[in-house]
């Protein structure tokens, strides 16, 4: 079975860093697109970054403050998250989907994410 676990959510000020980590098991990290998704209350879900053999995307309003990155050997991907303002409050997940199901190169903003996390709980504080 296909399993991810999300960790290092928390409490943090304005400003600060948080780095996010996807542990996934039951597959094989470079044989699937991850991607990192965020849903603040009463806001719907979207997709803030993801990494796949199609490279690498951001939302606009993350760009230049967080960043994806792949630790093969552990099967994890992270997301390092700097300069946290409070619109980034939400609750955290990551995602996984084969590569196989869509041609390769493919962008992995939009794949049909089937695999989720539970979620790890975000808050910046202002």
């Known amino acids: 079975d296909v399993q991810l676990v999300e960790s290092g959510g928390g409490l943090v000020q304005a400003g600060g860093s948080l780095r996010l980590s996807c542990a996934a098991s039951?597959?094989?990290?470079?044989?699937?697109?991850i991607g990192w998704f965020r849903q603040a209350p009463g806001k719907e879900r979207e997709v803030i970054s993801c990494?796949?053999?199609?490279?690498?995307y951001y939302l606009e309003s993350v760009k230049g403050r967080f960043t994806i990155s792949s630790d093969s050997a552990k099967n994890t991907v992270y997301l390092q998250m700097d300069s946290l303002k409070p619109e980034d409050t939400a609750v955290y997940y990551c995602?996984?989907?084969?590569?196989?199901?869509?041609?390769?190169?493919?962008?992995?903003?939009?794949?049909?994410?089937?695999?989720w996390g539970q979620g790890t709980q975000v808050t910046v504080s202002s």
């Open positions: 995602a996984a989907e084969p590569e196989s199901s869509s041609p390769y190169g493919s962008s992995c903003r939009r794949r049909p994410y089937n695999y």
């Open positions: 039951g597959v094989t990290r470079d044989d699937y697109a």
């Open positions: 990494i796949g053999n199609g490279g690498t």
